[in-house]
């Protein structure tokens, strides 16, 4: 079984006006700037959350991280993200409906519907075994 992770390549510009302009070949919509003040990563974790999101809204497939290049920052989803962002995969992978595996995990549909919403809060337990009734495992890294 391979691993995937959230975690993608972005590279740092210096912008002519201060600051960076942010940019991830992996998903190119994700693009953003950083003004000089602010913390780089943290605004690229951002954008690339709310690009990552706005795929799975649109049932869109999610990239695969592609190894970092010179110049470039691997900088990861914020983990409730990637949590959701893994069961969408999952269950795309799987060809399963929402319906199917609120069966499977004995809840209303609603709750997987929950789990799969980027605006709504998930205890990442619950996305766990959820992803487990797929045959997946969440592993947590600390870097």
């Known amino acids: 079984m391979t691993m995937r992770t959230y975690e993608y390549p972005v590279r740092f510009t210096p912008a ?3 600051g960076w302009v942010l940019t991830c070949r992996d998903v190119p919509e994700a693009i953003s700037q950083a003004e000089a003040h602010e913390d780089r990563e943290e605004v690229a974790a951002g954008c690339l959350q709310a690009a990552i999101e706005s795929r799975m ?12 290049r010179a110049g470039e920052l691997k900088v990861a989803l914020p983990i409730d993200t990637a949590a959701k962002a893994a069961l969408f995969e999952a269950m795309r992978e799987a060809q399963i409906s929402k319906s199917d595996l609120a069966r499977r995990l004995g809840v209303d549909e609603k709750e997987v519907r929950r789990m799969l919403d980027p605006g709504h809060p998930s205890k990442i337990p619950r996305i766990a075994q959820a992803l487990k009734v797929l045959g997946k495992r969440v592993q947590l890294g600390v870097a």
């Open 16 to 18: 002519e006006e201060g």
């Open 57 to 68: 809204q649109d049932g869109e497939a999610l990239p695969r991280a592609s190894r970092v």
